[in-house]
């Protein structure tokens, strides 16, 4: 039995030493598989966020059209309202964040939307006035034929500063 021992000479050692390795490597493998997975969930439930936000925040400034913006209303470029910018303007396009102060954008009256830790936001700037085709309204009449038109940008922030900006053009009589 002596001689079998010395014959030996440590294989199985070796061997139990390399599959070790070789599993200690598939496992930090798995684990490194499951951090990239986990950061991924995290990004999109952020990016969902941001974008739920940012629809809360374009229903609000909607509304906001609707009830509140009238013909005395000033797009001066405070409070959230902004003159149209166009091609060529210094300040175009006007949602940029170098082309406004980031107090120049108006805070969105909306339902707190659960992680999110920045209010949206939301601006209005005021595009052309048309006449409907085919209207024919009298002076007397509380009917009008003119549709003003807004361009609503709103932006809303998820759980890791990502940012989603969503435009609409509203029209309203």
């Given at each position: 039995?002596?001689?079998?021992?010395?014959?030996?000479?440590?294989v199985?050692?070796t061997?139990?030493?390399?599959?070790?390795t070789?599993?200690?490597?598939?496992?930090?493998?798995?684990?490194?598989?499951?951090?990239?997975?986990?950061?991924?969930?995290g990004?999109i439930?952020?990016?969902?966020l941001?974008?739920?936000?940012?629809?809360?925040?374009?229903?609000?400034?909607?509304?906001?059209?609707r009830?509140?913006?009238?013909?005395?209303?000033i797009?001066?470029?405070?409070?959230?309202?902004?003159?149209?910018s166009?091609?060529?303007?210094?300040n175009?396009?006007?949602?940029?964040?170098?082309?406004?102060?980031?107090?120049?954008w108006?805070?969105?009256?909306?339902?707190d939307?659960?992680?999110?830790?920045?209010?949206?936001?939301?601006?209005i700037e005021?595009?052309?006035q048309?006449?409907?085709?085919?209207?024919?309204?009298?002076?007397?009449s509380?009917?009008?034929?003119?549709?003003?038109?807004?361009r609503?940008?709103?932006?809303?922030?998820?759980?890791?500063?990502?940012?989603?900006l969503?435009q609409?053009?509203?029209?309203?009589?």
């Amino acid at each position: 039995m002596n001689k079998f021992h010395k014959k030996q000479n440590g294989v199985a050692l070796t061997i139990c030493l390399i599959l070790l390795t070789v599993s200690t490597w598939i496992g930090l493998a798995s684990i490194n598989s499951t951090i990239l997975q986990e950061k991924m969930a995290g990004n999109i439930r952020s990016k969902h966020l941001s974008f739920e936000a940012a629809e809360a925040a374009l229903r609000d400034a909607e509304n906001y059209v609707r009830t509140v913006i009238g013909p005395s209303s000033i797009f001066d470029g405070t409070n959230g309202l902004f003159p149209h910018s166009i091609l060529g303007d210094t300040n175009f396009p006007i949602w940029e964040g170098t082309n406004i102060a980031a107090s120049a954008w108006r805070n969105a009256n909306t339902i707190d939307i659960n992680g999110t830790t920045t209010t949206p936001q939301f601006i209005i700037e005021e595009l052309d006035q048309t006449t409907m085709p085919g209207c024919l309204s009298e002076p007397s009449s509380p009917f009008t034929c003119t549709l003003n038109y807004y361009r609503i940008t709103v932006k809303g922030v998820g759980l890791n500063n990502n940012t989603t900006l969503i435009q609409a053009t509203y029209s309203k009589k």
